[in-house]
Nanobody, 129 residues
Framework: QAQVVESGGGLVQAGGSLRLSCTASGLPMDDYAMGWFRQAPGKERVGVSCISWSVASTYYVDPVKGRFTISRDNAKNTLYLQMNKLKPEDTAMYYC??????????????????????WGQGTQVTVSS
């Protein structure tokens, strides 16, 4: 059964760093575009960062540009999100997702969660002020 599983969340002080990981099993991750979404309490789920299957293209939502870095290791079937200079407003449940669609840009993936076939259960990130 294909699935993706996130790890690496936790509690960190403002200004700190965390690295999230997402391991895919049962699916060849190099055939999938991948993304990180987040959902804060009472808010909609939003795309944070997405990456094409070939690593040639990445997208970041404006609030995280310059602080977060998405990467993937297809040989290890693992997706990463390095989060630096964390802020309290980054507090949310973070989800990993995999898409088999062939969309034109990584923005197209991140702009709509319906583009993704597989979702993880999420990992909580809490940033204290």
């Amino acid at each position: 059964q294909a699935q993706v599983v996130e790890s690496g969340g936790g509690l960190v002080q403002a200004g700190g760093s965390l690295r999230l990981s997402c391991t895919a099993s049962g699916l060849p991750m190099d055939d999938y575009a991948m993304g990180w979404f987040r959902q804060a309490p009472g808010k909609e789920r939003v795309g944070v960062s997405c990456i094409s299957w070939s690593v040639a293209s990445t997208y970041y939502v404006d609030p995280v540009k310059g602080r977060f870095t998405i990467s993937r290791d297809n040989a290890k079937n693992t997706l990463y999100l390095q989060m630096n200079k964390l802020k309290p407003e980054d507090t949310a449940m973070y989800y990993c997702a995999a898409s088999s669609l062939n969309l034109r840009t990584t923005y197209d993936y991140c702009s709509g969660s319906s583009s993704f076939d597989y979702w993880g259960q999420g990992t909580q990130v809490t940033v204290s002020s």
